[in-house]
C-alpha cells in the first residue's frame, strides 16, 4: 500500500486513503508531479470523501486523483458549487451535456471549459442561453454569426449582443430585438444602427441616457431629444448642444422638466434674453422668471404676466415692481405668499383701507371671469391680517 501527498487532506485522510487504495505495479508521473493512482468505483467511501470535499470548496477537485476527475458525482458536486471546477474535471466529462448545463448554470464563463463539439452543437446551444445569455461569448464563431441563437441571447439580455459577431450588430431585427430587452445595448450595435430612428427611439424609451450612445444626427433630431427626456430629464446630457438654442424645443423640454432651465441657459444664455421667448415660459411656470436675464427681470409685463401664473416669482422680479401695486396685487391674488417678497408699504395700501383699492386695480385689468373670486377673497383676507400686525406693531 502507499501513500500520496495532497495540501487539502490532513495526515489522517491521506493513511485512510492510502489504506483504501489498491497497490499498483508501477507509478508513472504525470506532469503535475502526482502519481497515477487506480481507485475502485465501488469505493463508496472515498466517493464521499471527496464530494464532500468538492461541496465544501469546489476547487479542490484539481487535487483530486485523475480517476476521480472522470467520476460523475464527484465532478457533479464540484461545479455545482462553482461551475469554474469544470477545468479540472477530464475531456470526457468536459463533453457531457448534464455537466456542462450544470456549470454553466452555476457560472456561464463555465463554458470556457466546455468541448469545442458542445460549443458548436446549435440544439446545445440554446439550452445553454436558456440558463445565461452570456454563455455567447465562449460558442463557435459560426454560432456568434447564427442569427436563431443570438436572436434566443439578446431577447433573454440585450447586452448579450456584444459576445456577437460584427455582422449581428448590424442585423436591425437583431438590434431592435436587443434594446427593446436591454437599453443599455444600443452600445453594442453598429455604427450604422446607432443611426437607425427607430433603435434609438426604442432604446431611450426604456432608458433615456441612453441618448449619449447615439449617432450625432439622432441626438439633435427634436423627436430623439424629447422622448429621451421624457423617459429621464437626466438625458440632457446627451443631447447636442446646438438643439439647446432651439425656443420651440428648449419650451418643450421645459414642459417636461422646470428644472431644465439651469442647463438650457448655460448651453445658450442668447435665448434666454428674447422677449417672446421669456413671455412663453412665464405663462407656462412663472418661477422661470428667475433665469431670464436682468434687463428683461426689470420689463413690467414680463413680471406681470409671471406673477399671474405664480405669485411667488415676485421674488425674482426687479425690486422696483415689488412696490407696484398692480404687480403685488396680482402676485397676492395668485398665492398669498407672495408678500413675503412685496413691499410692506404696498401690501398696507390695499389694507381694508384700500379695499376698493383692489377693485380698482384687479377689476379694471382683468374681466370679471379672469377673476378668481375665492382667490380674490383669500387676497382680501391676507391684506387685513398684514395691515393690522404692522399697525400694532406701529
Same mark, same amino acid.
Given at each position: 500500500?502507499?501513500?500520496?501527498?495532497?495540501?487539502?487532506?490532513?495526515?489522517?485522510?491521506?493513511?485512510?486513503?492510502?489504506?483504501?487504495?489498491?497497490?499498483?505495479?508501477?507509478?508513472?508521473?504525470?506532469?503535475?508531479?502526482?502519481?497515477?493512482?487506480?481507485?475502485?468505483?465501488?469505493?463508496?467511501?472515498?466517493?464521499?470523501?471527496?464530494?464532500?470535499?468538492?461541496?465544501?470548496?469546489?476547487?479542490?477537485?484539481?487535487?483530486?486523483?485523475?480517476?476521480?476527475?472522470?467520476?460523475?458525482?464527484?465532478?457533479?458536486?464540484?461545479?455545482?458549487?462553482?461551475?469554474?471546477?469544470?477545468?479540472?474535471?477530464?475531456?470526457?466529462?468536459?463533453?457531457?451535456?448534464?455537466?456542462?448545463?450544470?456549470?454553466?448554470?452555476?457560472?456561464?464563463?463555465?463554458?470556457?471549459?466546455?468541448?469545442?463539439?458542445?460549443?458548436?452543437?446549435?440544439?446545445?446551444?440554446?439550452?445553454?442561453?436558456?440558463?445565461?445569455?452570456?454563455?455567447?461569448?465562449?460558442?463557435?464563431?459560426?454560432?456568434?454569426?447564427?442569427?436563431?441563437?443570438?436572436?434566443?441571447?439578446?431577447?433573454?439580455?440585450?447586452?448579450?449582443?456584444?459576445?456577437?459577431?460584427?455582422?449581428?450588430?448590424?442585423?436591425?431585427?437583431?438590434?431592435?430585438?436587443?434594446?427593446?430587452?436591454?437599453?443599455?445595448?444600443?452600445? /453594442?450595435? =453598429?455604427?450604422?444602427? $446607432?443611426?437607425?430612428?427607430?433603435? *434609438? &427611439?426604442? %432604446? @431611450? +424609451? #426604456? !432608458?433615456?441616457?441612453?441618448?449619449?450612445?447615439?449617432?450625432?444626427?439622432?441626438?439633435?433630431?427634436?423627436?430623439?431629444?424629447?422622448?429621451?427626456?421624457?423617459?429621464?430629464?437626466?438625458?440632457?446630457?446627451?443631447?447636442?448642444?446646438?438643439?439647446?438654442?432651439?425656443?420651440?424645443?428648449?419650451?418643450?423640454?421645459?414642459?417636461?422638466?422646470?428644472?431644465?432651465?439651469?442647463?438650457?441657459?448655460?448651453?445658450?444664455?442668447?435665448?434666454?434674453?428674447?422677449?417672446?421667448?421669456?413671455?412663453?415660459?412665464?405663462?407656462?411656470?412663472?418661477?422661470?422668471?428667475? /433665469?431670464? =436675464?436682468?434687463?428683461? $427681470?426689470?420689463?413690467?409685463?414680463? *413680471? &406681470?404676466? %409671471? @406673477? +399671474? #401664473? !405664480?405669485?411667488?416669482?415676485?421674488?425674482?422680479?426687479?425690486?422696483?415692481?415689488?412696490?407696484?401695486?398692480?404687480?403685488?396685487?396680482?402676485?397676492?391674488?395668485?398665492?398669498?405668499?407672495?408678500?413675503?417678497?412685496?413691499?410692506?408699504?404696498?401690501?398696507?395700501?390695499?389694507?381694508?383701507?384700500?379695499?376698493?383699492?383692489?377693485?380698482?386695480?384687479?377689476?379694471?385689468?382683468?374681466?370679471?371671469?379672469?377673476?378668481?373670486?375665492?382667490?380674490?377673497?383669500?387676497?382680501?383676507?391676507?391684506?387685513?391680517?398684514?395691515?393690522?400686525?404692522?399697525?400694532?406693531?406701529?
Amino acid at each position: 500500500f502507499f501513500a500520496f501527498s495532497c495540501p487539502l487532506c490532513s495526515m489522517e485522510n491521506q493513511s485512510w486513503i492510502a489504506g483504501k487504495c489498491s497497490p499498483l505495479t508501477s507509478f508513472p508521473e504525470d506532469s503535475n508531479g502526482w502519481f497515477s493512482i487506480r481507485v475502485s468505483e465501488q469505493d463508496a467511501e472515498m466517493e464521499a470523501l471527496w464530494i464532500a470535499k468538492v461541496t465544501e470548496d469546489a476547487m479542490a477537485l484539481r487535487f483530486a486523483p485523475q480517476p476521480l476527475r472522470d467520476h460523475r458525482a464527484v465532478v457533479l458536486a464540484a461545479v455545482n458549487k462553482d461551475g469554474r471546477a469544470l477545468r479540472h474535471a477530464s475531456e470526457a466529462l468536459q463533453n457531457d451535456k448534464e455537466i456542462v448545463l450544470a456549470a454553466v448554470h452555476s457560472c456561464p464563463d463555465a463554458m470556457a471549459c466546455a468541448s469545442l463539439e458542445l460549443r458548436e452543437d446549435p440544439d446545445f446551444a440554446m439550452a445553454s442561453i436558456e440558463l445565461n445569455s452570456d454563455v455567447l461569448a465562449y460558442l463557435s464563431e459560426s454560432l456568434r454569426n447564427d442569427r436563431e441563437v443570438v436572436r434566443a441571447a439578446v431577447m433573454q439580455n440585450g447586452s448579450a449582443l456584444r459576445h456577437a459577431s460584427a455582422a449581428m450588430a448590424e442585423d436591425p431585427a437583431i438590434c431592435l430585438a436587443a434594446v427593446e430587452s436591454n437599453a443599455s445595448a444600443l452600445r /453594442h450595435t =453598429s455604427n450604422s444602427m $446607432r443611426e437607425t430612428p427607430e433603435v *434609438v &427611439l426604442a %432604446a @431611450v +424609451r #426604456q !432608458d433615456g441616457t441612453q441618448l449619449k450612445y447615439a449617432s450625432p444626427t439622432l441626438r439633435k433630431l427634436r423627436e430623439t431629444a424629447l422622448a429621451a427626456l421624457s423617459q429621464n430629464p437626466e438625458a440632457f446630457r446627451g443631447i447636442d448642444p446646438e438643439l439647446w438654442s432651439d425656443g420651440d424645443f428648449v419650451k418643450e423640454a421645459l414642459k417636461i422638466d422646470p428644472g431644465l432651465a439651469k442647463y438650457a441657459k448655460k448651453v445658450c444664455p442668447r435665448l434666454w434674453e428674447d422677449l417672446n421667448f421669456i413671455i412663453d415660459i412665464v405663462n407656462m411656470d412663472g418661477s422661470l422668471l428667475k /433665469h431670464a =436675464s436682468e434687463e428683461l $427681470r426689470q420689463d413690467r409685463d414680463v *413680471v &406681470l404676466q %409671471a @406673477v +399671474r #401664473q !405664480d405669485g411667488t416669482s415676485l421674488e425674482w422680479a426687479d425690486p422696483s415692481h415689488k412696490d407696484d401695486v398692480e404687480i403685488v396685487a396680482e402676485a397676492l391674488l395668485e398665492n398669498e405668499k407672495a408678500g413675503f417678497f412685496a413691499d410692506k408699504r404696498t401690501i398696507s395700501d390695499l389694507g381694508p383701507r384700500g379695499s376698493l383699492q383692489w377693485e380698482k386695480v384687479l377689476q379694471i385689468k382683468r374681466t370679471p371671469s379672469q377673476v378668481n373670486p375665492k382667490k380674490f377673497a383669500m387676497a382680501k383676507i391676507y391684506s387685513l391680517r398684514t395691515y393690522m400686525v404692522q399697525r400694532v406693531k406701529v
